[in-house]
């Protein structure tokens, strides 16, 4: 790499033209509407509908919709049907779609052809096959559970989210959405722990609801997942090995207007990012997933994505098709979308905003209701939510805690890593009430109605203003957990929401019980609940350094990296918490524990290469070439001054004190980083992150100084101000 190749990659990146792509058409010629493609590619409902035989397809949909149990003798009808179709609509090949902890998605294809005694060929895919499929399971991380467990694992069917296919021009695959699991049942994946705990959660809230005199119902969790991420041009994609490795720059100095002047925030989108968003959002279509809504972000080349919200496992499956779909069409209009949290310094980062809610027999539980005893649910719930961010609030912070998402929580852009509750005044006003008791009557109807919890529906929408600055916000009928990192799996954090929402849940159904059942027992229980987590709520600014303190003085934690935030799973009342709802071992929370600070001692060591590289062979040959010659510079200009010329030297000697002060400071970290990489393996990441980080940020610091001093024609890498204005 040399300058040459940065000032290709800007001649390249700006002459791109637009990629047309027009809207599908029908087999006469019309353009379709998006109905007539939505689903295209799925097997929903109405392809069932219309391929099942009617017993099967009822007893299908009881399995989709009511969490019944597939029967084995169904799987075999389904997978006919299912072939029927896939092989209609181009499929060769079919995959167990599944979610391993690293955090991506896994697939390993097998052919639907098969073959007889004569070898002739046959298409062939069985109910078994449709079920359940043996990976290798031996190279995805395991935590350490395949020390005493079997190393074979295998996938197993979510029927619960719809079978799709992947396009491909030479062919397309079938892929069946998964768990994945060890022989004996050990959860090796993201979504067995969020299927189970959204029975944890539906289970909870049966009882809550019979608590509260209401239909025990099936009770789903919802999620929506908001998409931020960057599109940065290929070509300097390419001439930055730190993004081509990392997906995120490690160097680089701000540009000269940043975001400062918040122009971008839902600015008018360029005809090329349209045409890119566009082409997302018609494939997103085929597959059935419901992009809605798409606008600029605040930085600079930052965009966001969100669906219309789903069932909780299939709204986490939504979101991995729609991050695997960016990357995939991003390609096609000569783009890198850039996932990572914090892909360029002194930028606004990237979070996935998961809003969350229940629901059940078609109601929103978050939804205030029209009258008192519709809103005494409403409020048991919300004070479920209160209990369970309230006691497990250190816990919430780890489920997002990872390398990346460290840059962002607390850099005065996203959420701190202080977990606390914003409500809006209305419902802050009411909780206060109720906790403080003020003269309000004992029946429960009565006092609704004098804390006007009766209007809420009205009110509500309007007043929550959106205090940005909160992690998890109260959004007129859900919570949105803002502190989710861009290119994490949600399912994680999901599967913590739920299971401590469970446990507030429990735990309000205990009181409800202890006070003698009853109305005026829900209402004091929900009183008690808000007194408890009294603590949690917290409608100020999050970004303001008085909030660390006085956060503190309420006693709730404040992990700022992630080593610390990983350690509450060690503690015994998260795995105990995990194993009364039946959604993790012991055994699988120290895997969990385990893979993840492996994956943060890794993402460290991935980040220490790329800063040598970037040293060794990019930026100090070029900081030495400019001392070179900024030292010739200042020579002959003493030379000058010793004939005689009357000339200020002073500015070049500054220039080349500040240049060989850079480089040396450069050098010392670069050493510095050898020698403390030996110690990082320490089993909890917290090495790494005493001593490397200030390493790390030593580089940086040099480096980007340099950036200012280095002659702009020796400069290798594309600058920020290249790379962050697209045309
Ligand atoms: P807002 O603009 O107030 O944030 P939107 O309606 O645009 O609200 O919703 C943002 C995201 O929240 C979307 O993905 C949306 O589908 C999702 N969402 C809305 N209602 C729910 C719900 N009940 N459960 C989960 N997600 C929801
Ligand atoms: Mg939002």
Redesign the pocket.
């Known amino acids: 790499m040399s300058a040459s190749v940065r000032q290709q990659a800007l001649i390249t990146a700006n002459s791109r033209s637009v990629r047309v792509i027009g809207r599908p058409l029908g087999p006469d010629g019309r353009t379709l509407t998006v109905t007539e493609t939505y689903g295209k590619n799925t097997f929903g409902l109405a392809t069932m509908a219309d391929k099942l035989p009617k017993p099967t397809f009822k007893r299908v949909k009881a399995v989709i919709e009511d969490g019944a149990r597939l029967e084995r003798a169904d799987a075999d009808a389904i997978a006919h049907a299912v072939k029927e179709w896939a092989l209609e609509h181009g499929c060769t090949h079919f995959t167990h779609w599944f979610q391993p902890m690293t955090g991506s998605t896994a697939e390993k294809h097998d052919a639907f052809l098969s073959t007889d005694m004569d070898n002739e060929g046959i298409e062939r895919f069985s109910g078994d096959a449709l079920l359940q499929s043996e990976p290798d399971a031996s190279s995805f991380p395991s935590g350490g559970m395949r020390a005493t467990f079997e190393a074979r694992g295998y996938t197993a069917w979510d029927p619960g989210s719809p079978i799709f296919i992947m396009e491909n021009p030479n062919g397309n695959t079938l892929c069946i959405p998964s768990a994945f699991v060890s022989y004996t049942g050990e959860a090796l994946d993201k979504k067995t722990p969020l299927l189970r705990s959204m029975q944890a959660v539906d289970a909870a809230s049966r009882t809550l609801l019979e608590a509260l005199g209401q239909e025990p119902t099936r009770t789903v969790a919802?999620?929506?997942?908001?998409q931020e991420y960057f599109l940065i041009d290929r070509a300097y994609w390419a001439a930055r090995p730190d993004l081509a490795i990392n997906g995120r720059t490690v160097i680089g100095a701000a540009p000269p207007k940043g975001q400062s002047l918040d122009d971008h925030y839902f600015g008018a989108i360029t005809p090329r990012v349209q045409a890119f968003m566009q082409e997302v959002e018609q494939e997103l279509y085929k597959l059935g997933v419901p992009a809605?809504?798409r606008h600029n972000e605040v930085a600079p080349s930052q965009f966001e994505l969100?669906?219309?919200?789903a069932a909780a496992n299939v709204g986490s499956d939504h979101n991995q098709i729609i991050m695997e779909t960016l990357r995939r069409v991003a390609l096609r209009h000569d783009y890198k979308v850039a996932l990572a949290e914090k892909p360029f310094a002194g930028l606004n980062g990237s979070g996935k905003h998961a809003?969350?809610?229940l629901?059940t027999n078609g109601e929103?539980l978050l939804e205030p209701g029209a009258n008192p005893s519709e809103n005494l649910r409403f409020l048991a719930v919300l004070s479920s939510v209160l209990i369970g961010v309230f006691r497990y609030n250190g816990l919430l912070r780890a489920s997002v805690a990872s390398y990346g998402n460290d840059f962002r929580l607390g850099a005065n852009e996203a959420p701190p890593a202080i977990m606390s509750v914003f409500l809006g005044d209305l419902l802050s006003s009411i909780c206060d009430a109720i906790a403080s008791d003020a003269d309000l009557p004992t029946n429960p109807e009565q006092a609704m109605i004098e804390l006007g919890v009766s209007s809420i529906p009205f009110v509500a929408k309007d007043s929550t203003d959106r205090n940005r600055t909160s992690p998890v916000a109260f959004?007129?009928?859900?919570f949105?957990f803002r502190a989710v990192g861009s290119q994490q799996n949600p399912a994680w954090p999901v599967t913590v929401l739920n299971t401590i929402v469970a446990e507030g849940m429990n735990q309000l159904t205990t009181w409800i019980a202890e006070a003698g059942g009853g109305k005026d027992a829900v209402f004091a229980a929900i009183k008690k609940a808000i007194q408890e987590s009294n603590a949690i709520r917290f409608e100020g600014d999050g970004y303001a350094d008085a909030w660390v303190t006085e956060a503190e003085g309420r006693g709730l934690t404040n992990h700022k990296k992630t080593p610390d935030a990983l350690d509450e799973l060690k503690d015994d009342r998260i795995v105990s918490l995990f194993g009364k709802h039946n959604v993790l071992t012991p055994a699988e929370v120290t895997s969990r524990y385990n893979v993840h600070v492996e994956q943060y001692i890794s993402a460290i060591e991935i980040e220490s290469d790329c800063y040598k590289m970037l040293v060794d062979e990019m930026i100090l040959p070029a900081a030495l070439e400019a001392r070179t010659a900024t030292a010739g510079a200042f020579m002959a200009a003493k030379e000058l001054e010793e004939l005689g010329v009357s000339i200020d030297t002073s500015a070049d000697e500054a220039r080349l004190m500040a240049l060989a002060g850079g480089i040396a400071s450069v050098q010392s970290a670069r050493v510095a980083l050898d020698e403390a990489l030996s110690h990082i393996h320490d089993g909890t990441g917290h090495k790494g992150k005493e001593t490397i980080l200030p390493i790390f940020d030593a580089l940086r610091a040099g480096i980007d100084g340099l950036e200012g001093l280095v002659d702009d024609e020796l400069w290798p890498l594309p600058k920020y101000r290249e790379m962050l204005f697209l045309v």
């Open positions: 919802t999620l929506g997942c908001e809605k809504t969100a669906p219309i919200f809003n969350w809610s629901s929103n959004t007129g009928n859900k949105e």
